[in-house]
DNA sequence: CTTGGTCATCGAAGCGCTTCGACAGAGCTC
DNA sequence: GAGCTCTGTCGAAGCGCTTCGATGACCAAG
């Protein structure tokens, strides 16, 4: 069937057109009369044709394909990379567009090559940290691309990421509602904050923001002792503490178990949620509430704002998601 | 700098040469003089060439592009499937390819649709089942292609899969080793089973055949409470029992609650291996020594495979690779 | 000195597609 | 019925590269 080597002559002639027709009748930039159009659709289905990419890239200079780097090194949550990577083919297929997936340690020239090899017509960056050089080489490059987290100065730049005052505001909200007078934000260790600086301050901001005067906020390393100590002075210093958030993966676990320690039983006199990944919270006994990245959507949103800033449509620079925070 | 639209000719006359003759030298297909090299490839970094991916595809007819598929929509566990991902794309870009991001709902139309459109040279799929409707596909299509996982028929496909047969040994040898007469393997659930036959079946053959005469195999669901009672009956019948392999990735949380329940102290009078990925045998407390499906190494081999197959080597059909136990 | 053989390089053809301008023919208007 | 404008289709050019055959220069052998 679908044999190999189909090409577009091959349809013009079984449908008794020149070729150039099969092209439009494919591409929609000419009318064509409704007969000839179904003698061509139905020869390309007889025939199993599909337009050889490389042709195709060359005479239009569209690839139809867009590049997907990613911190496959380290750092970032496994699971939340591949949500992302999953919802990012899927929306780019729904536009018939390929992913090509690149490491972000290519680094910018990496993104040189793909930009000059024009073996894509546009690119999505994963994990945008506040100096980040590619974000330069992208400047350069003009090449059409939506970036996931806010660089420093992303001045004319596609930005989209979850709205971290949001995040901040909803965990402050789900401990005021259940009465929680003094609370506090147990924030991350200084290593993210070096990474990233601010979607750490805009969690707090939102927090502080939303929570009652009482509310504070405590810095907090990540290792058993240090989360152990900080906890327990917590607890001293607040003495009627009733709800914390927690906004630092690693913690979690930890905080659960000095809670414990302290005799807090959590769920029913003390109210813990958290910022972070579902299975952090859920590895917890009993699970937690949290607010996640939503790595379908963003993955999703980028695309579109890809596609449309192909198309030559405009996007707006900056798109912040809505946190969701989810109740177990 | 690394302009748009720098092209071969462009190359060549600023080295003032022809520009077969750079193709030339960028390929190797024919002998350059060393003068006349260098004069190519200093003018190649001055202005930054690359070759345009879809003039090489077409006229060359490589694309210098290979496929993933993978299961990006459920089952498989996520963290092992990015670490998948990242070998691949690393070892891809060692041979100067790129990797092209599929997901496995895509199916065979898929295959058919990246076959004919010539956009990849060959394709890397991954957990293949066995039964898996894609593999007749690609025996149709003639695709270059390596599989990760073995279908029901094999016959003239280029496969690779941890060796799982070596996995039961290992793990039999550890409890063995440390001194457990009486051993047991708490295999998979059902579910496992209907889709994968075979690989279930060699963890224990494996193990049998390294275990003593008073060694069994018991399945097992992975819900908490089945859990809980197959490990009670488990040490009903066997009271000397002194050691266990667990082959089920969401049931190792269940037998440990199970073990302490009944007094049994994990790394002390009893011993428990995990067949499973990193994250599961590091969770519980103790730690687990594990045999983990070594992603980076699988993806590095298929890869390396897949390239020889697109220069016209041959490869073996059947790839096993070693599992490694990793001790905590 | 011819002949034959390498070696290094060139020029042209062609990969399969899109796109532009051209052009018949149909349907208007006056 | 002459002059329009549209519509639908065609043919040819050209995208940037690889590759094949040809060619000149040079050298060794006869």
Same mark, same amino acid.
């Given at each position: 069937?679908?044999?190999?080597?189909?090409?577009?002559?091959? !349809?013009?002639?079984?449908?008794? !057109?020149?070729?150039?027709?099969?092209?439009?009748?494919?591409?929609?930039?000419?009318?064509?009369?409704?007969?000839?159009?179904?003698? !061509?659709?139905?020869?390309?289905?007889?025939?199993?044709? &599909?337009?050889?990419?490389?042709?195709?890239?060359?005479?239009? @200079?569209?690839?139809?394909? !867009?590049?997907?780097?990613?911190?496959?090194?380290?750092?970032?949550?496994?699971? %939340?990379?591949?949500?992302?990577?999953?919802?990012? %083919?899927?929306?780019? @297929?729904? $536009?018939?567009?390929?992913?090509?997936?690149?490491?972000?340690?290519?680094?910018?020239?990496?993104?040189?090559?793909?930009?000059?090899?024009?073996?894509?017509?546009?690119?999505?960056?994963?994990?945008?940290?506040?100096?980040?050089?590619?974000?330069?080489?992208?400047?350069?490059?003009?090449?059409?691309?939506?970036?996931?987290?806010?660089?420093?100065?992303?001045?004319?730049?596609?930005?989209?990421?979850?709205?971290?005052?949001?995040?901040?505001?909803?965990?402050?909200?789900?401990?005021?509602?259940?009465?929680?007078?003094?609370?506090?934000?147990?924030?991350?260790?200084?290593?993210?904050?070096?990474?990233?600086?601010?979607?750490?301050?805009?969690?707090?901001?939102?927090?502080?923001?939303?929570?009652?005067?009482?509310?504070?906020?405590?810095?907090?390393?990540?290792?058993?002792?240090?989360?152990? @100590? *900080?906890?327990?002075?917590?607890?001293?210093?607040?003495?009627?503490?009733?709800?914390?958030?927690? $906004?630092?993966?690693?913690?979690?676990?930890?905080?659960?178990?000095?809670?414990?320690?302290?005799?807090?039983?959590?769920?029913?006199?003390? &109210?813990?949620?958290?910022?972070?990944?579902?299975?952090?919270?859920?590895? *917890? $006994?009993?699970?937690?509430?949290?607010?996640?990245?939503?790595?379908? *959507?963003?993955?999703?949103?980028?695309?579109?704002?890809?596609?449309?800033?192909?198309?030559?449509?405009? %996007?707006?620079?900056?798109?912040?998601?809505?946190?969701?925070? *989810?109740?177990?």
């Amino acid at each position: 069937m679908a044999g190999r080597g189909v090409t577009i002559a091959d !349809v013009a002639a079984r449908a008794g !057109v020149a070729a150039s027709t099969v092209s439009y009748v494919l591409s929609g930039k000419r009318s064509i009369s409704p007969e000839t159009a179904d003698r !061509v659709m139905a020869a390309v289905a007889d025939l199993g044709y &599909h337009p050889h990419a490389g042709a195709r890239s060359l005479a239009s @200079r569209r690839a139809g394909v !867009v590049a997907m780097m990613l911190p496959l090194r380290d750092g970032m949550h496994l699971p %939340v990379l591949m949500q992302f990577a999953s919802g990012a %083919v899927t929306e780019a @297929r729904r $536009h018939d567009q390929d992913v090509l997936l690149m490491t972000a340690d290519e680094g910018p020239a990496g993104l040189a090559r793909v930009a000059a090899s024009a073996i894509v017509d546009g690119l999505i960056l994963m994990d945008v940290e506040v100096r980040d050089p590619r974000v330069e080489a992208l400047r350069r490059l003009g090449l059409p691309s939506v970036l996931i987290g806010f660089p420093a100065d992303a001045e004319g730049l596609t930005c989209v990421d979850l709205d971290f005052e949001a995040a901040g505001r909803v965990c402050a909200r789900y401990l005021v509602d259940r009465g929680c007078d003094d609370i506090a934000l147990l924030g991350a260790s200084e290593a993210v904050y070096a990474r990233r600086t601010g979607f750490a301050e805009r969690v707090r901001e939102g927090f502080l923001h939303r929570a009652g005067p009482r509310a504070e906020v405590w810095p907090c390393p990540d290792d058993p002792a240090s989360v152990q @100590r *900080t906890v327990k002075e917590l607890l001293t210093s607040k003495p009627e503490l009733a709800g914390i958030a927690v $906004h630092n993966e690693p913690a979690v676990g930890h905080v659960m178990h000095a809670l414990a320690d302290a005799g807090k039983r959590v769920g029913e006199d003390f &109210h813990v949620v958290v910022i972070g990944p579902d299975e952090v919270a859920e590895r *917890t $006994h009993p699970q937690l509430p949290s607010v996640l990245v939503p790595a379908e *959507t963003l993955a999703e949103t980028a695309v579109r704002h890809l596609m449309r800033k192909l198309d030559g449509l405009d %996007v707006p620079e900056s798109t912040l998601i809505e946190p969701q925070l *989810t109740l177990r």
